[in-house]
């Protein structure tokens, strides 16, 4: 109870100012968002109407940064209000359709991490694959290929919510190409194949990339959204250089940050961070939650998940708890 009317009083400016500067470390709050979704889109992200919400209380408390401002900002953390930067997953289309007017708008920008391959190619990430293919199926349950001895029923939107991130979970863990050849029994005993044009395009298109590039910091997020620290060193640097490239190719500018697919300290390798020093990469960002200090590592820079959060629960991932 006294939790949930202290995320009602941080919503109001009084109790907001007085909580930040009591409760907030200093430092820098790196938000992380995936889609900016619509009410009938399929897949877990943020509301669309929820991220507007979100950015006009930021306007209103907080100071949204560059990521060129990062360093100093960290140096020496604004004492009125919450230092926050903001930062956006994989390369979603909804980007540009849902996030990029709000942030014009209120004359924020975004830093946004491009899958590069799932846009060239024009398919899904293999969790949204994951994703697509239990929610779209027809079968009323599965057996688990890499499980013979578990069935799962499938009959109602719930049990198809677990059934997808029970695979998903299973699927991280495993080698890089173990999981495609998984993932590709699995969409077939679902009886679905995520990338048969049924699904609107979800990536962000280049033509989007540029048309954003106003309010826009675009980094890299590998070419082929593998999970690093799976990989042996030279695949793992060709994801890099790729990524790298293909960014550069098309915007004509050499992308300075990157963040790590998956992103838990696990994940990803000292020689990962390594080969993005080689390749021109300033910033390292992971999916470990909490607040950027100044002497902190600069390639793995933590950040708060904002999935799900009501406008209290925000305010409370904007300090730091």
Sequence with gaps: MLKSLLKVALTQTPAWKVASSSWRPDGVTVLMYHRIKNETDPFPGTDARTFEMQMRWLKKNCNVITPEQLGDVARQPPRSCPAVLLTFDDGFRDYHDNACPVLRELGFTGLVFLATG?????????????????????????????????????????????????????????????????????????EIDP??????????????????????????????????????????????????????????????????PNGRARDFTATTQALLRKHGFELGFSTIEGIHHDGDDLYAIRRQNTAGNTLGDFALRVIGR
């Design 118 to 190: 799932a846009m060239d190619d024009e398919i899904l990430i293999w969790t949204d694959a994951v994703t697509w293919a239990t929610h779209a199926t027809r079968m009323a349950s599965v057996t688990l290929p890499w499980d013979a001895t578990q069935r799962m029923a499938i009959d109602d939107e719930p049990s198809r919510h677990r059934l997808a991130e029970a695979c998903k979970r299973f699927l991280k863990d495993i080698p890089d190409q173990q999981r495609k050849a998984w993932l590709k029994q699995l969409t077939q005993a679902l």
């Design 195 to 260: 990338d048969d044009g049924t699904l609107p395009r979800q990536m962000l298109s280049w033509d989007e990339v540029r048309a954003t590039m106003d309010c826009t910091f675009y980094g890299g997020h590998t070419h082929n959204h593998p999970i690093m620290s799976q990989l042996d060193d030279a695949t793992m640097e060709a994801e890099i250089e790729t990524c790298r490239r293909r960014i550069i190719e098309e915007t004509q500018v050499a992308p300075r940050y990157f963040a790590y």
